[in-house]
């Protein structure tokens, strides 16, 4: 294998699962405190989009693992599809596109990665 290739393969990546977005006004933004619950639109045993380099590349469900949450992978775009992805060569909706995934319009949205506070 190429050095090139090697160094570009031992690269890290950001990888995020979406747990929902949903739209907020400003001025429910500006009232978040600690202890407030963010109710997203989607059913608790719905797939989560996987995202990396904050392009889609595929779904999966949530799982515990240990004391920790996980993510089983169940579905994932071709290499080629994933490669583009990661090279961000087109915008996220058309990322979105290539791997088979629904595009989300753009605009003011609050992504909660983990907002369940107590």
Not at 36 to 65: C, H, M, R
Request: hydrophobic fraction near 45%.
């Amino acid at each position: 294998m190429p050095a090139r290739l090697t160094s570009i393969l031992k690269l890290e990546v950001p990888l995020i699962v979406v747990i929902g977005t949903r739209e907020m006004a400003v001025k429910e933004v500006m009232n978040l405190a600690p202890g407030a619950i963010l109710e997203l639109p989607k059913l608790a045993d719905e797939e989560l989009e996987i995202l990396v380099n904050n392009k889609p590349v595929g779904l999966g469900t949530a799982v515990k693992v240990g004391e920790n949450f996980g993510i089983r992978v169940t579905y994932v775009g071709d290499l080629k599809d994933r490669i583009q992805a990661l090279a961000g060569a087109n915008a996220t909706n058309e990322g979105a596109t290539a791997v088979g995934l629904p595009a989300t319009d753009s605009g003011v949205t609050s992504e909660a990665m983990a907002v369940t506070q107590a």
